[in-house]
């Protein structure tokens, strides 16, 4: 028990860094992911600009957004109750930490659920990825995000038994910190897509 | 003895690091710094005992029979001693430092309230609704990285990684526009026909 403890090997490259290897390398990793979510936004983009006719989505008969709104929302809140999980457990207060980590599955999941109800919708009204330009860009870009939402929930639900079994406190909080920087990437890609595809009614062109 | 005029203005520069932090009620009061603290004074009695600063730097902390006597160590189940170096750093760099969220979840929530009702409430068409969405979108995206991801409270290295991914988007967003511009141009056109 009177074994010698070293003191923080790579103290000097955290001090370099500014930060814990674990939120760089999550950094790095948001850093080129993001740039799958340009590569779609671009040609989302380039094909809307070149489309001669686009849908308004805020035609009921094209998008449901008031559904998306509310699940904007959701996805909102959903990131305030990561922070908060995060809050809990520098403050030692971990039942309240599993719980907010809790509430931000249960925002992803319901999340989730309305996404597949609304694509369920739309195929059945004729939109399937295939039909048009909107259509593959619409499917494309919120099938993309809907999986990141999908892998956040599962990698949420892992740190959420790792919380459970005690294994995170105030001395060692960084991986909730980790996937909360996931998890607000998320949502803040959701914040931009549901702007540009939603809301964005199209301008010279007459909407049907 | 300190005679080293080197040794001496390190031995200085840490006692003064120690008064700093033991000024700072906030500060002292957590493990990881009363554990910054602790490995300090290790460090400058080795360095007045003639010990090499590197050397000390890395010297080691003897763990007491019986475990967590030690603040910033805690023992888990198998009785085995756990410093975890992460969180220390982690407190010596950001300390306890964020926002007010409650506020930020109000900010981003009557933001989506207004993007959502913003056409049907306003009468706002066209360009300037197009203008209007895209500034709330582009502010509600950067609070979210500013307050929830702590941006705003990183080290500035963290720009480093974030500025070449943005280059690359905004050279990706120049190079389809050529295609697309034409076609901006044509809507202007018909409009004022």
């Known amino acids: 028990m009177s074994e010698a403890l070293a003191v923080r090997p790579g103290r000097d490259a955290r001090r370099a860094l500014g930060m814990t290897p674990g939120k760089f390398a999550m950094w790095a990793f948001l850093a080129s992911d993001g740039m799958g979510f340009v590569g779609l936004f671009a040609a989302y983009i380039a094909t809307r600009l070149h489309a001669d006719w686009w849908p308004d989505p805020n035609n009921p008969a094209v998008l449901n957004v008031d559904l998306t709104a509310l699940n904007t929302f959701i996805l909102v809140c959903s990131s305030v109750t990561m922070v908060y999980a995060l809050q809990a457990c520098r403050e030692d207060r971990i039942r309240a930490c599993a719980g907010y980590l809790g509430l931000t599955i249960l925002g992803g999941v319901s999340f989730l659920g309305i996404q597949v109800y609304e694509y369920i919708h739309l195929a059945e009204s004729g939109m399937v990825p295939w039909e048009d330009n909107f259509c593959a860009t619409f499917y494309s870009l919120t099938c993309y995000h809907g999986l990141h939402v999908l892998s956040g929930v599962i990698y949420l639900t892992c740190i959420l038994i790792g919380t459970l079994r005690g294994r995170y406190n105030s001395k060692n909080y960084t991986p909730i910190e980790i996937v909360g920087l996931f998890w607000h990437f998320v949502d803040l890609v959701w914040i931009l897509l549901f702007t540009f595809i939603y809301l964005l009614r199209p301008l010279g062109v007459e909407s049907f | ?193």
């Open chain 2, 1 to 193: 003895m300190s005679e080293n005029p080197r040794i001496a203005k390190e031995i200085q520069k840490l006692e003064a690091r120690i008064n700093e932090i033991e000024a700072r009620p906030t500060y002292s009061s957590t493990p990881a710094w009363q554990q910054e603290v602790a490995e300090m004074r290790l460090q400058i009695e080795a360095l007045r005992s003639g010990e090499d600063v590197e050397r000390a730097e890395y010297r080691r902390v003897e763990i007491p029979e019986g475990g967590a006597a030690h603040a910033a160590v805690s023992v888990d189940a198998s009785g085995a001693a756990v410093l975890d170096p992460e969180a220390l750093i982690e407190h010596e760099l950001h300390g306890e430092q964020h926002a007010d969220y409650t506020a930020i979840w109000f900010v981003l929530a009557i933001m989506t309230l207004f993007e959502w009702k913003l056409s049907a409430w306003f009468k706002v068409e066209g360009l300037s609704l197009w203008m209007a969405l895209s500034v709330m979108a582009v502010v509600k995206a950067a609070l979210v990285a500013l307050y929830f991801m702590h941006l705003k409270f990183e080290k500035r290295t963290i720009f480093a990684i974030l500025v070449l991914p943005f280059v690359l988007a905004l050279c990706l967003f120049f190079l389809v526009s050529p295609d697309a511009q034409q076609h901006v141009w044509d809507w202007f056109d018909v409009g004022r026909g």
